[in-house]
């Protein structure tokens, strides 16, 4: 079956650079969640759209924004990277009325 | 918001061992997910259970929504049921899923 698919797996930036985040959700899914993890913490909400629409922010720095494209992918941009950013970055989809995520296998950005 | 309790924190068993991990929560919800974080950092999903009991092998689930917690249960333990366990509800309210501070578990051969 598929799965939700992120890319790219692993991640190396520099300070100030930009980095953009894609997932790719389960077919027919159409709400995509992103979620930030830092070391040795619980994965925290960040912002998910549905029907290519915002529905949900959470602690999202202003650096960072995302979209969801009319195929349903989704696309997170981080702008002026900081060190504090390294984490791994989970995108999780929903089908329409489902209540089950599916999660990706995550982006482990390192930015250093 | 809604508030994830997990306990224990941290757990250490021999191999072979039984464990039963809990998932606290305050309010009320559409649905309660368990995951394993393996060392590679990726969240397997174990259970979609929003209520009642589910079996998969060796590991099991019950979810109780009325008293609003959650048991996951790992039975002869082996060293690849090692890492983080997460549970993630989804309040009735809300929307986006809230995790669980996690339950850090290492099995020693």
């Known amino acids: 079956a598929a799965g939700v698919i992120q890319s790219p797996r692993h991640l190396i930036k520099e300070k100030r650079e930009t980095a953009t985040l894609k997932c790719y959700p389960i077919p027919r899914h159409d709400t995509v969640y992103w979620y930030q993890q830092g070391p040795g913490q619980d994965p925290q909400f960040l912002i998910s759209?549905?029907?290519?629409?915002?529905?949900d922010k959470g602690s999202i720095p202003d650096r960072f924004s995302a979209q969801q494209f009319s195929d349903y992918h989704s696309e997170l941009n981080m702008s002026s990277l900081e060190l504090g950013d390294s984490a791994l970055y989970f995108c999780?989809?929903?089908?329409?009325?489902?209540?089950?995520?599916?999660f990706g296998q995550g982006t482990r950005l390192t930015v250093v | 918001g809604i508030q994830v309790e997990q306990s224990p924190p941290d757990l250490i068993l021999q191999e072979g061992a039984n464990s039963t991990l809990r998932c606290n929560f305050s309010?009320?919800?559409?649905?309660l997910q368990w995951f394993h974080q393996n060392p590679w950092g990726q969240l397997i999903n174990l259970f979609y259970i929003p209520s009642g009991t589910k079996q998969n092998g060796r590991l099991s689930a019950t979810t109780v929504a009325t008293e609003r917690y959650s048991l996951l249960y790992i039975s002869s333990s082996q060293t690849t049921d090692s890492g983080v366990y997460f549970c993630a509800v989804f309040p009735n309210y809300g929307q986006n899923f809230v995790f669980g501070p996690g339950t850090r578990l290492s099995v020693l051969p």
């Open positions: 999780a989809s929903m089908s329409r009325g489902g209540t089950e995520a599916f």
């Open positions: 759209f549905y029907e290519k629409m915002q529905s």
């Open positions: 309010d009320s919800v559409n649905n």
